[in-house]
């Protein structure tokens, strides 16, 4: 079917006026202006391999734990479960995991497991 002027228009002036519930926003301004995690559904992420495609959703998944307490399943044919388990706790722990003690990487494996499930690769 054909899109209909008015019903564009009724749904534009809905978005205007705050009658359209908005996505989860991160409170970074430059990336909530662009992309919100909205609810319900399903996203696919490709592209060519070794371009940062796990490193930037990884990072959104786990602000989005952190903030809003989602729980994320995690399939990735180009990584292994350790190597998304190292990018997760390393963005929670805000250093590296040669720079935290072993008390805190525990630690914070115990939350990335409550808030990520990762499927292995040879599953």
């Avoid at 009724?10 to 409170?27: A, Q, S, T």
């Avoid at 996203?43 to 989602?70: D, Q, S």
């Avoid at 292994?80 to 003690?101: C, D, L, P, W, Y």
Wanted: aromatic share 10%.
């Amino acid at each position: 079917m054909i899109a209909q002027a008015k019903n564009i228009q009724d749904r534009i002036l809905d978005i205007k006026y705050g009658r359209v519930k908005e996505g989860l926003k991160i409170d970074i301004p430059e990336i909530d202006e662009y992309l919100r995690y909205k609810q319900g559904n399903f996203n696919v992420l490709i592209g060519h391999a070794n371009v940062g495609k796990t490193t930037v959703i990884m990072y959104l998944f786990t602000i989005w734990a952190i903030k809003h307490k989602l729980r994320f399943v995690v399939w990735s044919s180009e990584n292994t479960s350790q190597s998304i388990v190292r990018k997760i706790i390393e963005f929670k722990m805000g250093k590296t995991i040669n720079e935290a003690s072993d008390g805190l990487i525990n630690e914070t494996i115990d939350w990335c497991d409550t808030y990520f499930k990762i499927i292995e690769v040879d599953d």
